[in-house]
T-cell receptor, first 114, second 116 residues
């Protein structure tokens, strides 16, 4: 079982470049999430999608856009990368929004912006 | 304002002993709590959870205790093993979405090191 798959695993960008982080899940989950992890900061929610066709801002959405392409895929786009966006990005999914269901995480994308 | 706090960035425990990881929260709307374990270069994986209607949940070597009045929970690992060395995140959510942001709210994590 693949679970939650993220691509790429590593990426180096120059300031001002754009890129899209891809995420796909094969668990037929309705809800998907993007988090970033910074040293000493834990995981912070960037954007989430409670169901196909909906997206909402999380705690730290500035500088990012998302697309829920279909039920399986949820992408995160950096339009103009900044050094402050250097981080490890995790995609996650769960069966339904809210509730007591746990999140399943991908293995992460390590992004460096120079 | 940090709603989920893990005040110990790291903890070193001898193999075979008990590891106790602590977590405090401030949001009284949280009623479901989870612990995640994370190895380097991997995503967090679910470990154990507890609902606010309980004060204890046990799964093998792992037990989570919840003290609602103190807004405090702890994870006990007995006995600690070398493979338990990882970063542990405490997380919280509202079981029924109150209309605010969905997802889990995480603490900053505690790096547990099991000494042989």
């Amino acid at each position: 079982n693949a679970g939650v798959t993220q691509t790429p695993k590593f990426q180096v960008l120059k300031t001002g470049q754009s890129m899209t982080l891809q995420c796909a899940q094969d668990m037929n989950h309705n809800s998907m999430y993007w988090y970033r992890q910074d040293p000493g900061m834990g995981l912070r929610l960037i954007y989430y999608s409670a169901s196909e066709g909906t997206t909402d801002k999380g705690e730290v959405p500035n500088g990012y856009n998302v697309s829920r392409l279909n039920k399986r895929e949820f992408s995160l786009r950096l339009e103009s990368a900044a050094p402050s966006q250097t981080s490890v990005y995790f995609c996650a999914s769960r069966g339904r929004p809210g509730g007591t269901e746990k999140l399943f995480f991908g293995s992460g994308t390590q992004l460096s912006v120079l | 304002d940090q709603q989920v706090k893990q005040n110990s960035p790291s903890l070193s425990v001898q193999e075979g002993r008990i590891s106790i990881l602590n977590c405090d929260y401030t949001n009284s709307m949280f009623d479901y709590f989870l612990w995640y374990k994370k190895y380097p270069a991997e995503g967090p994986t679910f470990l154990i959870s507890i609902s606010s209607i309980k004060d204890k949940n046990e799964d093998g070597r792992f037990t989570v205790f919840l003290n609602k009045s103190a807004k405090h929970l702890s994870l006990h690992i007995v006995p600690s093993q070398p493979g338990d060395s990882a970063v542990y995140f405490c997380a919280a959510s509202e079981a029924v979405s109150g209309g605010g942001a969905d997802g889990l709210t995480f603490g900053k994590g505690t790096h547990l090191i099991i000494q042989p």
